[in-house]
């Protein structure tokens, strides 16, 4: 049996899904790259914005016709899985098993009750043990890096999200279960490794989250480790002087504010203050100017006003992110805030949001500039050049980099190579091999 996995969403979704592809390959299932190969299809899905939300039932309408000009088993994991349930069943009824985002180990099971002709097959169920993956059944993606997840759900209970309904309470890996899989990694190939977790810094499965990346970074072999995503509550001194002193620890941090309002950030239940917030990032001290920052923004949450906004606008000055995410506010079912009157209009909304997003287009481009006449490694990847004629490539800060190579020159996949920055933009930098 042929399947296909499409995959929206985080990173941690990306992992899943090379998670799910393993547990059917070891089955005797084939992957394939399209839906219409395809006997089994899954939808391994995101809900933490309505948008991601429209585009899962958008793609299960064109499955629906699908299914009806041939046989084919359609089934919904994810997220979406895990916050709908059997509610799926009832707008797609052509879904054959809902698989929630704690019982990924199941799904054998439920392809099978659905090949022999059981309807709405589901499980949605909370195994206490789901964080506790065996690596070596993950069919890992043609990647420059790989993914390793530490933790799994969320204790923090921000009042727009969904993830600690959809992922449940924080498990912990235990710290010897994840340097003996980068072990692994590393002997497969791999030369870059990124940890994960709903809220990464607040690792404590057998030591700190700053411990395990220096344990993590004694591992022979690995060139560069990354991780997201960070919550600021859990953002410790220890973890700062770990960002700016390992140097296989990768110059990036990802750290979300979400409002640069106080009075935004206490209804949000975000647990600290803009001050808290860049007393935070003052950890890092002189090291900030070798790094790259990044951050999420929700642009037009409940009873935000002109000056919550504006105040968002100084804090990204003041701090002069890298990058940036920015969404407007996305209601999110069982949410605490529903409970919040929301009355802003629609078009402020979207142009504060043009707002913010114009600055930090100002701001990355800025930041991009520095790099222009310096030589930085990259590592490459891809295994060849682009329609374009560049080849694909990443910095440590996280950078696109887009390498102009001779014609004929072939360049390693995964490897690191030396650039010589020549242009920026705001969304990559061009370089070129010396």
Request: charged content about 25%; overall charge neutral.
């Amino acid at each position: 049996m042929k399947f296909f996995i499409q995959t929206w969403g985080c990173q941690m979704n990306d992992h899943d899904g090379e998670k799910l592809s393993g547990l059917l390959m070891a089955e005797g299932f084939q992957a394939v790259d399209s839906v219409e190969q395809a006997d089994l299809v899954m939808l391994n899905t995101c809900s933490i914005r309505e948008k991601a939300v429209h585009k899962v039932y958008s793609e299960l309408g064109r499955l629906r016709e699908e299914k009806q000009r041939r046989p084919l088993l359609v089934g919904v994991t994810g997220c979406l899985a895990q916050q709908e349930q059997a509610a799926l069943f009832k707008r797609a009824p052509h879904v054959d098993f809902v698989l929630g985002t704690m019982a990924l180990k199941q799904l054998p099971r439920l392809v099978a009750e659905a090949q022999a002709g059981r309807t709405r097959v589901m499980d949605t169920g909370e195994y206490p043990d789901n964080h506790l993956f065996p690596p070596a059944v993950t069919r890992r993606r043609d990647l420059a890096k790989a993914l390793v997840t530490i933790t799994e759900g969320c204790n923090h209970a921000c009042t727009y999200c969904i993830v600690p309904t959809t992922r449940g309470a924080e498990r912990h890996r235990p710290c010897g279960d994840i340097l003996a899989e980068v072990h692994g990694l590393v002997a497969s190939g791999y030369r870059e490794v990124e940890l994960l977790g709903q809220n990464v810094n607040s690792y404590s499965g057998g030591c700190t989250f700053a411990e395990l990346l220096e344990r993590v970074s004694e591992v022979d072999g690995l060139e560069w480790l990354r991780f997201t995503t960070s919550h600021p509550m859990n953002f410790t001194r220890e973890l700062a002087r770990v960002l700016v002193t390992n140097s296989k620890v990768a110059p990036f941090l990802h750290l979300p504010l979400q409002s640069g309002s106080d009075q935004v950030l206490k209804r949000m239940l975000r647990e600290y203050t803009v001050a808290d917030y860049l007393e935070r990032i003052g950890f890092l001290g002189e090291g900030r100017a070798r790094m790259a920052l990044s951050t999420d923004f929700i642009v037009g949450f409940p009873g935000e006003t002109d000056q919550d906004f504006e105040a968002t606008l100084r804090v990204l000055d003041e701090v002069a992110f890298d990058g940036s995410f920015s969404f407007i506010y996305s209601p999110r079912p069982g949410t605490p805030s529903l409970r919040l009157k929301d009355d802003l209009p629609m078009a402020v909304k979207s142009e504060r949001l043009m707002r913010l997003q114009r600055r930090q287009t100002e701001l990355t481009q800025a930041s991009n500039e520095r790099f222009v006449g310096r030589q930085v490694p990259v590592r490459v990847e891809t295994r060849g050049p682009t329609q374009h004629g560049w080849w694909l490539a990443r910095s440590g800060e996280w950078k696109t980099v887009h390498l102009m190579v001779g014609p004929g020159r072939e360049l390693p996949f995964g490897e690191l190579v030396q650039a010589r920055v020549t242009m920026a933009s705001p969304h990559f930098l061009g370089a070129v091999l010396d």
